[in-house]
């Protein structure tokens, strides 16, 4: 006996949206006009009308950015802070503005999100590898010419001094 199947037409694509609400813009087809709706909704108080799945989503997008942004910061830090340990014939000045430039990008995201405090351990031990790769790269050399684990704490992270005079001229 042939199994039952719905006809491929009849079925809902995961990917298909449900409609929106009449006279809203869904949030797949136009996100600026969604956001916009969404807080007209909630500043007109009409929680039930909004389309909290999607609001979610968005939430959970802005917290997974702010994460991102602080690994980023921390990557090139790291990178830039291999190649001056292993190349300091190879110094060069833009690689002190960069460590300064994300040192403060690192303070100003974290003063901004205190709460990916409790994160920095995790963001290093996976950022580290990372670093060491793309450090290797840029200075053509193997990643295993580089320390296995990290190598700076916290402190030489953030406040370990750079100096120009030492930049080879």
């Known amino acids: ?36 709706e969404q807080i007209a909704l909630l500043r007109a108080g009409r929680v039930d009308a909004l389309d909290l799945d999607n609001i979610a989503e968005e939430l959970s997008d802005v917290g997974n950015a702010q994460y991102s942004q602080l690994e980023s910061a921390l990557r090139v830090l ?3 802070m291999l190649k001056w340990d292993q190349q300091p014939e190879k110094r060069t000045p833009s690689w002190i503005y960069s460590i300064r430039e994300q040192r403060r990008r690192y303070a100003k995201i974290l003063r901004k999100n ?3 405090k409790q994160h920095l351990e995790t963001i290093r031990e996976d950022i ?7 450090a290797a790269d840029e200075c053509n050399l193997q990643p295993d010419e580089f320390p296995p684990n990290c190598p700076y704490d916290w402190e030489d992270l953030l406040e370990r001094p750079f100096d120009l005079d030492s930049v080879k001229k």
């Open 128 to 134: 580290y590898p990372i670093s060491r790769d793309w």
């Open 78 to 80: 790291m990178i830039h």
């Open 1 to 36: 006996m042939e199994e039952a199947m719905a006809h491929p037409a009849e079925v809902m694509e995961a990917t298909d949206a449900p409609p929106a609400a009449p006279g809203r813009t869904r949030h797949e087809d136009d996100l600026y006009t969604w956001v916009q």
């Open 114 to 116: 205190p709460g990916l």
